[in-house]
């Protein structure tokens, strides 16, 4: 008998739905654009090393905008832990569970 026959199918565990996913990597890219932008505006306004503290975050935020908007959602359990989905499935070929 398959053990994974019976278990139950866990509906919290599904994906999130591709707009969904993608609205929220737009959201974190436009904000970190934003805070970039603010750099470049404070840069010109502020003066001695806090104006190339400034200059440094502006021309690094690019590089951690795109890390962040190409990170995907990962879904936790109930129990807080991190799901990962079983690799060989519950569905195998040929098997129908208690159909005999």
């Given at each position: 008998m398959d053990p994974h026959a019976h278990q139950a199918v866990n509906?919290?565990?599904?994906?999130?739905?591709?707009?969904?996913?993608?609205?929220?990597?737009?959201?974190?890219?436009?904000?970190?654009?934003?805070?970039?932008?603010?750099?470049?505006?404070?840069?010109?306004?502020?003066?001695?090393?806090?104006?190339?503290?400034?200059?440094?975050?502006?021309?690094?935020?690019?590089?951690?905008?795109?890390?962040?908007?190409?990170?995907?959602?990962?879904?936790?359990?109930?129990s807080g832990q991190a799901y990962r989905p079983?690799?060989?499935?519950?569905?195998?070929?040929?098997?129908?569970?208690?159909?005999?």
């Amino acid at each position: 008998m398959d053990p994974h026959a019976h278990q139950a199918v866990n509906i919290t565990s599904a994906q999130p739905g591709r707009s969904v996913d993608l609205h929220k990597r737009q959201m974190r890219y436009l904000i970190s654009m934003g805070i970039r932008t603010v750099c470049f505006v404070a840069a010109v306004i502020a003066s001695g090393p806090l104006r190339w503290g400034f200059v440094v975050a502006a021309v690094l935020l690019p590089y951690v905008a795109v890390i962040l908007a190409n990170t995907a959602t990962q879904r936790t359990t109930s129990s807080g832990q991190a799901y990962r989905p079983d690799p060989a499935g519950s569905l195998e070929s040929g098997t129908q569970g208690d159909a005999k």
